[in-house]
Nanobody
Framework: QVQLVESGGGLVQAGGSLRLSCAAS??????MAWFRQAPGKEREFVAA????????YYADSVKGRFTISRDNAKNAVYLQMNSLKPEDTAVYYC????????????????WGQGTQVTVSS
């Protein structure tokens, strides 16, 4: 059974940092990604990484502040979030795909349950 389990969310002041983790069990995927969904808004792409190779992909809104990384041995992916802003407040979801990097929710067939990130001003 495939399972994605996120952790690391919480409450932080603006300018602070958080590190999200996503552990994948059951399968090794080609692409892992992070999405987020703020109240009343659609789920949006944040970052993605292929399971092989150095390339990473980011939404413009987080470039230079967020870093996605992976640990192949642990079948895990991480999102280091620095210089957090109140507009980063959202539920963050880990997503996985057997295909290439995509920027839409329908590009990913597997999802975690989400972890809340709240940035206070």
């Amino acid at each position: 059974q495939v399972q994605l389990v996120e952790s690391g969310g919480g409450l932080v002041q603006a300018g602070g940092s958080l590190r999200l983790s996503c552990a994948a069990s059951g399968r090794t995927f080609s692409t892992m990604a992070w999405f987020r969904q703020a109240p009343g808004k659609e789920r949006e792409f944040v970052a993605a990484i292929r399971w092989t190779g150095p390339n990473t992909y980011y939404a413009d809104s987080v470039k230079g502040r967020f870093t996605i990384s992976r640990d192949n041995a642990k079948n895990a992916v991480y999102l280091q979030m620095n210089s957090l802003k109140p507009e980063d407040t959202a539920v963050y979801y880990c997503a996985a795909s057997y295909g290439s990097v995509g920027y839409r929710t329908y590009d990913y067939g597997y999802w975690g349950q989400g972890t809340q990130v709240t940035v206070s001003s």
